[in-house]
């Protein structure tokens, strides 16, 4: 599937970008995660820190052609998620998941017709009470580091 169109936000209002990650949902409406990655017609990506979160780029595909293979459409849906530490989608196959993981993306896979507001929402509650291995890996990969991480270590009783 070729990229057909997309828009793209210039500058952010409330995100700054050095300490935001991208992320992106595979959505027809821009409200809900409602399709399968490889199948996805739409992608709609957004710049997320702890505080706020904003709409960056809506990317839309045509249909795909006849001629071509699969690993082919695939690269060019991955190429366009440049940047991105996740793509939430209702479903992934195998290999569209190791060529993401091998470009630093993580997929996650969520029910059909999750809301793409609370997916946000949530996903800031991780930046902030302490992040799974893959967003300290993304935040990593971007320069980031968690400055509570110590803090909630010693919370929880870290010792030297």
């Known amino acids: ?37 490889g199948s996805a017609k739409t992608f709609v ?13 809506v990317a839309e595909f045509g249909a795909p052609k006849e001629e071509g293979n699969n690993e082919d ?7 366009q998620l ?8 209702e479903a992934v196959g195998a290999s569209a998941i190791r ?9 996650v896979k969520v029910n059909r017709d999750s809301q793409i507001s609370e997916l946000l929402e949530d996903f800031q509650n991780e930046l902030r009470t302490g992040p799974a291995a893959w967003v300290a890996n993304a935040l990593a990969r971007q320069g980031q580091s968690d400055p ?9 009783g870290w010792e030297e």
Request: proline share 2%; glycine share 2%.
């Open 82 to 89: 440049e940047g991105c530490a996740a793509i939430y989608c």
């Open 73 to 79: 459409r695939l690269a060019n849906k991955i190429a």
């Open 99 to 107: 060529q993401l993981m091998a470009a630093g993306i993580q997929p």
């Open 148 to 156: 509570e991480i110590f803090a909630r270590l010693e919370a929880d």
């Open 45 to 57: 990506i957004y710049a997320v820190d702890r505080q706020h979160s904003e709409l960056l780029e």
């Open 1 to 37: 599937m070729a990229l057909i169109r997309s828009l793209r936000i210039v500058e952010t209002a409330s995100v700054p970008m050095e300490t935001a990650l991208k992320v992106a949902f595979c959505s027809d409406d821009m409200k809900v995660v409602n399709q399968h990655f």
